[in-house]
């Protein structure tokens, strides 16, 4: 065979070393045309992951920083989008799809409110963040988004080159399939419903059950290996069985060519096509089975096999392989009709085969015709595929109207037409609504299950997809009342998991010496002083859930002047769950490294102690060395001089425990931190420091496990009341809130809460895995100002379960 006049040769790396220059930025964007999802999937070690930046969990985001989020994880740096300010995804060119759930009338503090409840949601989604109302409509904003306009313009340039395609070819069978671009091989591997409609076999469709499976990776990349293949049939009592096969490599090396010795009496051996003799037969005692293990043995678990009309060769073979190119349908004819491997040979690589003088084909000679087609029409794109053999092979040409070219359209900057241009789907689901998309790309129901049935039928699910959940604000619709009630609640029941009752103090305690003895379990927000008892009460504050939780083990049963302190719950109704909440906060994934630490006062440290849940012996202790001046006319000898942190110290005493990421300190100006959250590399670390706590006890550090979401201070201060000093218009607000709690609405919105989280569970399962997932509770604005919302992010990982 004589290579010189063929357009390809056998050497990969030549034909890739001889691509034009002027096709390098297609190559370079050759993952955002097809959806980036081939490329290192196999590297399941590093899969995409979403987290916010520390300083910015103090910070709701905005729905501009959301659609920056969505633009980068559509295009990347590979299309000059920057990676946003506020948040770090890594491995963005790993991202599958990206799903984003709008639910409308839901709030944070519904989340809170129902925090056991959402099970899925608060166990799933480890990266939350509080969101800000947006008056605009967050699905039109999403679509509607404009890409930065330079990233944009050189993005849509390279994919519009076929705007200037002859009108004559616009129409034309491979240009309607595979566009004009040049593309890797991963563009033209025939997707699994393509499979099932050109009937090859594939794995789970009936009929296909004793065939054999190859070892294969869920998907190839543009660098995996080619393999031509072709196999010869003779005519049995059962059909057409397999007499030949023959497998090249990449290189048109023959790697197998092997006879097979049917199953069944042979009767017609069929030689003028297949060359199979009844001699060659006869001293054959290799079957089927031989070669089927031959065959999974030579090809590599990211093959990619090439045949023409290759699904007779893997049904002769009774073999499925997942991904495959088949050449007569890279070459595509009008109304479905395919060219002969013989004619595309002749006419593309300019050589003979399955000449009238040879006896039958040699399948070693189709399996490289068919590599090699492949091969060419990868290397030089389709549009000038169908240009240099448009006449050859189609027929026709288009000299007499070279001139009637259409004008290239204006570039479109829209994030949703962008997504188009480049070849990727795009959709909405939800209740009709004018949202800024074609028609053709939205889908109206009435209800949120039918918009979570319509998503899980369908058979390939978009790139981008926006579904809307509306029944709950529906329900809520109207109740702008209920809504102010709710956020009060809400913020009565986060105020409460932060507030402790101590006491008896002695007699003449005051509130700033509760303050000062308090301050050693973290930052108290306000202490009140309980005037209705007989003796001195307080209640306690804390800015922090660690706060309270560290009071509660360690200042319960102090002794003060001969009499024994208790610290307990308030308690109320909205508190019965309370040790369930503690328990799923502290066990969730992103506290699942987070300490929490607080550094004692000399002296603090000699008056608090652990329960016997720490220690394991009954709580002892005295305090001689008590906060403030005088109690009973004893002056307290407390030192002056005062406790603070800094990284610096903190990573010195805990990192002989494990590996300290990140450490973080309040950011409070003008004032010495005392309290930090301390972010461990490993579980396993933050467990080691816990069980030491006697010991850092002993060095001044008081330790538990971070209970506080981190995103929680930035949505706290927006829903905390101002607090009033006037005590008949507390003990009214106490009131009620308490009437609130017994709402007869609350049952009926658990009720809706559970099925929400419900089908958002089976949405997530739903998705294919690299699936960046958005839940966003949009919260609400009113003329009095907003109730902040919630996004809650995750990137679907592992194989999940399927649709």
Avoid at 176 to 199: C, D, M, N, S, W
Avoid at 519 to 524: A, E, F, S
Wanted: include cysteine; hydrophobic fraction near 35%; glycine fraction near 6%.
């Amino acid at each position: 065979m004589d290579p010189s006049p063929s357009p390809a040769t056998r050497n990969g790396q030549k034909r890739k070393s001889d691509a034009p220059t002027t096709h390098k930025k297609a190559k370079r964007l050759k993952t955002e045309q097809e959806g980036e999802e081939s490329l290192d999937c196999r590297r399941s070690s590093c899969p995409p992951r979403i987290s916010v930046l520390l300083d910015r969990l103090q910070q709701p985001i905005t729905l501009n920083e959301l659609t920056e989020l969505l633009h980068y994880a559509a295009l990347g740096k590979t299309g000059g989008i920057k990676q946003p300010s506020w948040c770090r995804l890594l491995h963005q060119k790993r991202i599958k799809a990206m799903n984003v759930v709008i639910v409308e009338g839901l709030t944070q503090s519904h989340f809170y409110e129902h925090y056991l409840t959402l099970r899925h949601l608060r166990t799933t989604y480890n990266t939350r963040v509080t969101f800000t109302p947006s008056s605009a409509d967050v699905a039109s904003a999403i679509f509607g988004s404009e890409v930065p306009k330079s990233d944009a313009l050189s993005l849509f340039q390279t994919h519009s080159e076929g705007s200037q395609l002859h009108k004559a070819l616009r129409s034309h069978p491979v240009i309607t399939k595979f566009g004009t671009q040049r593309r890797g091989l991963t563009a033209y591997v025939l997707p699994q419903e393509e499979l099932i409609k050109r009937h090859f076999p594939v794995k789970g469709m009936p009929g296909f059950e004793e065939f054999v499976c190859t070892d294969s990776v869920d998907c190839v990349t543009d660098s995996s290996p080619l393999y031509g293949l072709d196999c010869e049939m003779c005519l049995t009592e059962k059909g057409y069985e397999l007499a030949r096969v023959s497998l090249v490599d990449g290189d048109g090396s023959c790697v197998l060519d092997e006879l097979v010795k049917p199953q069944n009496r042979i009767l017609n051996y069929l030689t003028k096509f297949s060359g199979i003799t009844a001699a060659m037969l006869r001293p054959v005692t290799a079957t089927l089975r031989d070669v089927q293990v031959k065959l999974g043995k030579l090809l590599p678990s990211d093959a990619v096999l090439v045949g023409h009309s290759l699904n007779n060769d893997l049904m002769a073979l009774k073999l499925i392989h997942q991904h495959v190119i088949d050449t007569s349908l890279l070459y595509r004819r009008e109304f479905g009709q395919r060219f002969k491997l013989k004619v595309l040979a002749e006419t593309v690589l300019k050589r003979q085969i399955q000449t009238e003088e040879k006896k039958g084909h040699n399948p070693t000679e189709d399996a490289v015709a068919a590599l090699e087609l492949a091969q060419y029409f990868i290397k030089t794109g389709p549009r000038q595929v169908v240009e240099l053999h448009l006449e050859e092979l189609w027929g026709y040409t288009t000299e007499e109207e070279s001139t009637d070219c259409a004008p290239a359209p204006t570039p479109s900057h829209r994030f949703a037409d962008l997504l188009q241009t480049l070849g990727r789907s795009v959709a909405f689901l939800g209740k009709r609504s004018d949202i800024t998309l074609d028609l053709s790309n939205q889908m109206w129901h009435s209800s949120d299950k039918e918009v979570l049935a319509s998503f899980r039928k369908q058979t390939k699910c978009p790139f981008l997809s926006v579904l809307q959940f509306s029944s709950l604000s529906d329900h809520l619709k109207g109740s702008l009342p209920h809504r102010e009630q709710q956020l009060q609640r809400v913020c009565a029941n986060v105020r409460d998991m932060c507030v402790v009752f101590a006491g008896p103090f002695p007699s003449g305690f005051t509130e700033r010496e509760v303050k000062r003895l308090f301050c050693c379990c973290g930052p108290v927000r306000k202490i009140k002083m309980l005037t209705k008892t007989v003796r001195v009460h307080a209640e306690v504050e804390f800015e922090l859930l660690e706060g309270a939780v560290l009071a509660l083990k360690t200042l319960n049963g102090l002794n003060m002047q001969g009499q024994s302190i208790k610290v307990q719950r308030p308690v109320y109704e909205s508190m019965l769950d309370l040790d369930l909440t503690i328990d799923a906060l502290m066990g969730e994934r992103l506290n699942s490294s987070r300490l929490y630490a607080v550094k004692l006062n000399p002296s603090a440290a000699e008056c608090t102690h652990f329960s016997a849940k720490v220690n394991g012996h009954a709580p002892v202790a005295t305090a001689n060395d008590l906060p403030a001046a005088k109690v009973n006319g004893s002056q307290l000898q407390l030192t002056a001089v005062k406790s603070k942190l800094s990284e610096e110290t903190i990573r010195e005493i805990f990192a002989r425990f494990g590996t300290v990421e990140r450490v973080v300190l309040p950011a409070k100006p003008g004032r010495h931190a005392r309290h930090a959250h301390i972010y461990f590399e490993r579980p396993e670390d933050k467990h080691v420091a816990l069980s030491s706590s006697e010991d850092l006890w002993k060095e001044n550090y008081l330790i538990c496990p971070a209970v506080t979401p981190p995103h929680l201070p930035s949505w706290v201060p927006v829903t905390t009341p101002a607090s009033t000093a006037d005590p008949e218009k507390e003990a009214a607000a106490d009131e009620e809130r308490s009437h609130m709690r017994t709402s007869s609405q609350d049952q009926e919105m658990d009720l809706m809460m559970r099925r929400l989280d419900h089908r958002l569970r089976k949405l997530f399962r739903s998705l294919q895995d690299g699936t960046l997932s958005v839940v966003l509770l949009l919260g609400h604005t009113s003329a009095n100002g907003y109730i902040p919302g919630l996004c809650l992010m995750e990137v679907k990982q592992g194989s999940g379960e399927k649709r």
